[in-house]
């Protein structure tokens, strides 16, 4: 669980015993990106019972260069026949397995 041991998130209404019922559950691959959990007394809105968990993550994205991309519509068609002829010469002649 995220949010620390011994942290009240609830006082029952009759007893005013303060308790935990809510928790914070992170995944192993997220908890990298956890900075902090705790509970925000200060946001509790009147007549409410649970006191609100604030949770701060670091979600930044890493921004990466879009592939190249080759526009095939410029390609000299006739060019790139001979190259790959020339290319396809140099691979040997298929030969029978003998293992």
């Keep these: 669980m995220v949010l ?5 998130t609830f006082q029952a209404p009759t007893t005013r015993i303060w308790t935990r019922l809510d928790n914070v ?3 192993e ?15 509790t809105t009147n007549g409410a019972d649970h006191i609100p968990i604030a949770t701060i993550l670091n979600l930044s ?3 990466t260069k879009p592939p190249i991309r080759y ?5 000299d ?3 790139f026949q001979k190259q790959l002829d020339e290319e396809l010469k140099t691979i ?8």
């Design 4 to 8: 620390p041991p011994g942290i009240p």
């Design 25 to 27: 559950f992170l995944s």
């Design 29 to 43: 691959d997220a908890r990298h990106a956890l900075i902090t959990c705790d509970v925000a007394p200060e946001t």
């Design 61 to 63: 994205l890493v921004h």
């Design 71 to 75: 526009n095939f519509r410029l390609t």
């Design 77 to 79: 068609w006739k060019e």
């Design 92 to 99: 040997p002649q298929p030969q029978e397995l003998t293992t």
